[in-house]
């Protein structure tokens, strides 16, 4: 156990490493272009030389990459130039907006899929098996922006239950919490999809085991096989991916987040990538990787436990 954590520790040092270099080297190196960022397009050369000095870019690039990492990994991104904020103060309400968003959607979706996943596996062939395929299929096939646009054309316009943006103007409170039924809805229909044929085809092996096979002719109650027997091995493969759709719901959010205005980590690193705002696409980069090598290691551990065999192989 220890020494796949370790081994994991080295390989997520090593991406971050290489992660910060190429991130450096796109961003940073060209010391012209950056000030041109900064300063706007219609500055001067000598504008940008002076800012360039007062701001340490002459100094070797050696030098200024190990500054810059020790600056991230003390949380100092520098400040917006979209904004004029401290990307950190930025990055952390936009995260935690996103954080409350992700959480939600994992919730529902792998409580959803669950269940789904193994009704659908323990009944393999049946007519309730077809139809939970089915449905799983076609949600996975729908694109976010186009659900987006089907629920706001029924509950917006036609119904008018509910908002058509979650902009959260004064920040996210219980008074609002309408404003987040359809971004969530639209990210739990276009996953549990996924969570449910993978829950299912790893629950209808596990039933065709001699395990579980033995346990049904030794007379054990069904719903005990399945609960006892079969739903821990079962998991094993569904828990994975879940644990690493966690980066598809901090990034890869962008477009609900930004079909809704809601003020999340993806709409954040959309309006940096357009604005050209080079501090935050760095920050969010190097989170993004972060939460994905975290999200590997947290999986590998939970895989442990889920299947001791691991731990003594």
């Known amino acids: 156990m220890l020494q796949l954590v370790g081994k994991r520790l080295v390989q997520m040092i090593l991406i971050m490493i290489t992660v910060s270099v190429l991130l450096f080297l796109s961003f940073e190196a060209d010391k012209l272009n950056v000030a041109s ?8 050369l000598d504008q940008r030389l002076i800012w360039l000095e ?11 990459y190990f500054e810059w990492v020790w600056n991230a990994m003390r949380g100092d991104f520098g400040e917006s130039i979209q904004f004029a904020t401290p990307v950190s103060k930025l990055l952390k309400e936009h995260l935690l907006n996103t954080a409350v968003l992700g959480g939600l959607v994992f919730f529902i979706t792998v409580s959803i ?9 323990i009944a393999e062939g049946s007519s309730r098996d077809r ?16 659900s987006a646009t089907i629920l706001v054309a029924i509950f917006v316009f036609w119904l008018d239950w509910l908002p058509g943006t979650s902009p959260f103007t004064n920040g996210l ?21 996924y969570y449910t044929r993978m829950t299912r085809a790893s629950m209808a092996e596990v039933m065709t085991s001699q395990y579980v096979r033995t346990a049904i ?12 027997h079969a ?26 987040e930004v079909f809704f205005s809601y003020k999340g980590f993806g709409k954040l690193l959309y309006e940096a ?6 501090y935050v696409i760095e920050a969010c980069a190097m989170v993004a990787v972060f939460i994905a090598v975290m999200s590997q290691l947290i999986s590998d551990i939970g895989y442990t436990y889920l299947n001791p065999r691991i731990r003594f192989s």
């Open 37 to 44: 960022k900064v300063l706007s397009q219609y500055s001067t």
């Open 54 to 64: 007062n701001n340490g870019y002459n100094r070797p690039m050696p030098v200024r």
């Open 113 to 121: 899929s669950l269940v789904l996943g193994v009704l659908s596996g």
């Open 131 to 146: 139809g939970i395929t089915v449905l799983a299929v076609l949600t996975t096939s729908i694109p976010e922006f186009a």
């Open 173 to 193: 409170n219980w008074n609002d919490v309408n404003q987040l039924v359809l971004p969530v809805m639209v990210l739990v229909i276009y996953n549990f999809g």
């Open 217 to 228: 002719l030794k007379g054990l109650p069904h719903g005990r096989v399945i609960k006892r």
């Open 231 to 256: 739903l821990r091995n079962a998991l094993i493969a569904p828990f994975t991916v879940m644990i690493l759709q966690l980066n598809y719901l901090l990034s890869g959010v962008i477009v609900t």
């Open 273 to 278: 990538a357009m604005f050209g705002d080079i």
